[in-house]
Every structure is written in C-alpha cells, then in structure tokens.
Nanobody, 124 residues
Framework: QVQLVESGGGLAQAGGSLRLSCAAPGFSRSTIGWFRQAPGKEREFVAAITPNGDSTFYGGSVKGRFTISRDIAKNTVYLHMSSLKPEDTAVYHC???????????????????WGQGTQVTVSS
C-alpha cells in the first residue's frame, strides 16, 4: 500500500526555520503538493513540485519564504520554511496526484493521496 509520510514538524520561533520532509516511495511520477490547515480554517495550498522537479508552485502567503525541493533518488520531497510567522502554525500535509500535473496544482481536488500531516507551531 503506497503512502505518504510527513516528518520534521515541531516548534519554532518567529523568524526561524524548519524543514519538512515527505517520504513518497512509489510516487516518482506524481506531482507532490504541500497543504496546511489551521484550526477552524480551510486547507490552504502551500507549494507543489512536478515529478522531475522542473516546475514549482507556491501559495501567495509563503512565496519568497518557503522552498520546495525534491530528491528523486530518495523519493523524498522537502519543504524548507524560513522567516516563519505565527500565522504559519498549522498541520502540514503532503499530497500526491496520479498523473504528474502541471496545472491546478493549488487545488486539493488535483491530489489523490494524502499523508497524515505534521504539526508546525510558530511562537511569537
């Protein structure tokens, strides 16, 4: 059974950095996205990367602060988060689509598989 497993969450101070990992064995042909969900809010698109890493996409609230990357040999996608803000506090999920999408990567409906999530808490 294929699955996505996130790790790397935790507590950080405002202005600090964290790196999240998404282990994605079996998803080498998938676009991988990161989404986040804070309590009482809708799931928000954070970033996405295409199967060979040639295209990346970012949500407006994280552009310039977060970087998504992909280690194809390790079947792992990373989300490097810097200049963290308290409003970045959320559960972060990675997700995989079935077709290696280059469009609509910001939509949750694009993705077929989801990880359980990892908590990120940013203190002020």
């Amino acid at each position: 059974q294929v699955q996505l497993v996130e790790s790397g969450g935790g507590l950080a101070q405002a202005g600090g950095s964290l790196r999240l990992s998404c282990a994605a064995p079996g998803f080498s042909r998938s676009t991988i996205g990161w989404f986040r969900q804070a309590p009482g809010k809708e799931r928000e698109f954070v970033a996405a990367i295409t199967p060979n890493g040639d295209s990346t996409f970012y949500g407006g609230s994280v552009k310039g602060r977060f970087t998504i990357s992909r280690d194809i040999a390790k079947n792992t996608v990373y989300l490097h988060m810097s200049s963290l803000k308290p409003e970045d506090t959320a559960v972060y999920h990675c997700a995989a689509d079935g077709a290696g999408a280059y469009f609509y990567t910001e939509r949750t409906s694009t993705y077929d598989y989801w990880g359980q999530g990892t908590q990120v808490t940013v203190s002020s």
